[in-house]
Nanobody
């Protein structure tokens, strides 16, 4: 089992920045990828970006490319989502995600609210 705990959400003005953190614990050896999803009111949950355990390569949704960056600190078992140039449409609950390398089971954090508004 893997447990994920997010932090760092809040209210920010358009054009501002915010950094989310996700601390992982448990069977960390079973994880092959971690990332972030988000869900806005009335919309389906969508992928924001992923970072792979092997090599650290990343993939991003087109809507956040060039603005958001995923990174990790292996010593702290933490994955970060740096969000710059935030827009109102980035408002959502952001969820940390991890995937089991053998079963493909997904693990989820509890979510953290990000609100972009003036």
């Amino acid at each position: 089992q893997v447990q994920l705990v997010e932090s760092g959400g809040g209210l920010v003005q358009p054009g501002g920045s915010l950094r989310l953190s996700c601390v992982a614990s448990g069977s960390l050896f079973s994880i092959n990828a971690m990332g972030w999803y988000r869900q806005a009111p009335g919309k389906e949950r969508e992928l924001v970006g992923i970072i792979f355990s092997s090599g650290g390569s990343t993939n991003y949704a087109d809507s956040v490319k060039g603005r958001f960056t995923i990174s990790r600190d292996n010593a702290k078992n933490t994955v970060y989502l740096q969000m710059n140039s935030l827009k109102a449409e980035d408002t959502a609950v952001y969820y940390c995600w991890a995937q089991n390398r053998w079963s493909a089971v997904s693990y989820w954090g509890q979510g953290t609210q990000v609100t972009v508004s003036s």
